[in-house]
């Protein structure tokens, strides 16, 4: 127990894992939103970013500029980020429902619960697409050419050719891609914290953004901590079990 002002921690063994598991409502909250953030996020992200580099590993004009610009966001701060799209959401929608007339514009993106989920997977896929475009793309260039010729020729569909041949081969980057991405999706705080600084309130409180106030709001650093160790194990159970899966799955070429 310790509130970051006293000189020294008060040992009180292993109350506040006792607390955490039993008796704080918020936290189980803030794990249920964190767990659909990241659920979202990283079917949505991992799809559209395969598709992505799967039409730009491929013959098209621009695609050196295409791949540089799906990749422009990820090297923006999350903080930034939030901010942008919180202005977007806010002001940028009304100027566009008075310049088009369209609903949608008019709906509560950060303040409507039932919408607010979406609102920060857009922003997180957003941000994120292009980096997990890069380990595709990277993937998809060591599939052997003559394996890919060979099939052709046997009169494989294109569909069929990709999740027979192409997709078993670049298992190594969806591997790494989608532990990447739920690991980044379960410690999810820079995003949340500028968007919608959890709101409206409690709607996309994360855990990590529970830990925060927990420590740094009512200081209580020893069950934030607590807090912490708990989503450190959470984090490391799921992406071991998601890496043995995946890993199954791989094939040698």
Known sequence: KWNGLDKAPIFIGF?????V????PAMLTALWFTIKLTFFTVIITNIVALILAVILDGDIKGKNFLRAAFYVPNIISLIIIGYIW????GNAFDAFFEATGLPVF???WLG????????VVIVSVWHS??????IYIAGLQTVPKDIIEASMIDGAKPVARFFRITLPIIM??????????????????????SLTSGGPGNAT???ALDIYRTAFVINRFGYGTAKSVILFLLILVITFVQVKMFKKMEVEV
């Not at 109350?15 to 607390?19: L, Q, R, W």
């Not at 598991?21 to 704080?24: A, E, G, Q, S, V």
């Not at 919180?86 to 959401?89: E, G, H, L, S, T």
């Open 172 to 193: 190594p980057s969806v591997t790494v891609a989608i532990f990447h991405s739920l690991s980044n999706g379960l410690k999810a705080f820079d995003v949340i914290f």
């Open 21 to 24: 598991l039993t008796d704080d």
């Open 15 to 19: 109350a506040n894992y006792i607390e």
């Open 129 to 134: 697409i292009g980096f997990y475009l890069v």
């Open 112 to 119: 409507d619960t039932n919408l607010v989920l979406f609102s």
């Open 106 to 108: 008019m709906l509560s």
């Open 205 to 207: 409180t994360t855990i």
């Open 86 to 89: 919180r202005f977007i959401y």
